[in-house]
């Protein structure tokens, strides 16, 4: 079914046959064709236009609809076009179905309506956007930056180095940037003056050599237990399910899981141990029964039962043995 838009106008080509021979035939008796909208029983006859042997061609009818609200038609409703009218080689061809549409109920078309986030909604989001950045914006937008949002030639002012007229160095929680000469690597300090008032870097802390020493220690203290001094992890410090893993604990020995049925959820170690049992252990296998024994042991510590009706194998899910 094609989808459609309210107010469109759409055609619609369909061929008239002789019920005798099958030829196109043309569609007589003063035909009528009418709309029926969903489900109703009532007719829709205004803004439908029917061309019998359309282009001089014989049977071939076309269906001209101006799918409008003036002519009783809505979005979101489907439409069945039927011929009320009408008679083919003297038989008269009233109900026969000759072409559907809808009108905006695709999906597509329904999301593009919603009122909350479809295009309409959209495209007033967008509006109050333009009227925002014409208008109020120019009121919010920094000292250091002109109106049109470039910088202002004023606000570079680091010894002739681009720097905006802002706070040039952040302080974070009592920690302030040093600047002293050598105090950061990775800056040109031969090219940086000295910070001043006047470069926006009033009440602002320089710290020193000495300063910056103090304050590396005192992070290092802060360093958190489960990292060394210089930043690498400590050896015990894996966290698994909540627990403090030793590299014994991951890497070394394990015991094979205990006689019971395995969970439907499980970590990905007890998984490997229950790979590694099934491996390794005592096994038997009856024609109804599987066995898994626990480790040098006769006790069966897992389960399941077997079937097989000659034309499918049914293995049943691991239960606790014995």
């Known amino acids: ?12 080509m369909f061929t008239t046959r002789s019920f005798s021979t099958g ?30 042997d359309h282009d001089g061609v014989t ?11 003036a ?14 009218t009408g008679t083919v080689g003297g038989v008269s061809v009233v109900g026969e179905v000759v072409g559907e549409f809808s009108l905006g109920a695709s999906a597509a078309a329904v999301d593009l309506a919603n009122g909350t986030d479809g295009l309409g909604a959209i495209k007033a989001d967008t509006a109050a956007i333009l009227v925002d950045t014409g208008t109020t914006l120019d009121g919010r937008i920094p000292a250091a930056l002109t109106a049109g949002g470039n910088m202002k030639s004023d606000a570079l002012a680091w010894n002739g180095l681009a720097t905006v007229a802002l706070p040039l160095v952040p302080t974070v929680a009592g920690r302030t940037l040093d600047v002293s000469a050598g105090g950061e690597a990775g800056l040109d300090w031969a090219n940086i003056g000295g910070p001043t008032t006047a470069q926006g870097l009033s009440g602002t802390t320089i710290k020193t050599a000495t300063d910056v020493e103090t304050d590396t220690a005192d992070i290092q203290a802060r ?27 991951i890497f070394g020995a394990r015991a094979e899981p205990a006689q019971g049925a395995p969970a439907a959820s499980l970590s990905a170690f007890a998984k490997l141990d229950y790979l590694y049992k099934g491996w390794r252990n005592k096994g038997d296998q009856t024609s109804t029964l599987w066995r898994l024994y ?13 079937s097989d ?7 049943g899910e691991v239960a606790s043995g014995p």
């Open 1 to 12: 079914m094609r989808d459609r838009t309210l107010e469109e106008t759409i055609y619609l």
């Open 71 to 84: 002519n009783g038609y809505e979005a979101g409703k489907e439409y069945n076009l039927v011929i009320t």
């Open 23 to 52: 030829a196109p035939t043309q569609l007589a008796g003063t035909p009528v064709v009418s709309a029926y909208e969903d489900n109703s029983v009532t007719q829709i006859t205004a803004g439908i236009t029917l061309g019998v």
């Open 223 to 249: 360093i958190p237990a489960a990292l060394t001094a210089d930043g690498n992890m400590k050896a015990d410090t894996l966290r698994i399910g909540g627990t403090l893993q030793t590299a014994g604990d």
């Open 294 to 306: 626990a480790d040098d042991a006769a006790t069966v510590d897992q389960k399941r039962t077997v």
């Open 309 to 315: 009706d000659g034309t499918i194998f049914i293995k």
């Open 59 to 69: 049977g071939l009818n076309l269906l001209t609809v101006a799918a409008t609200a």
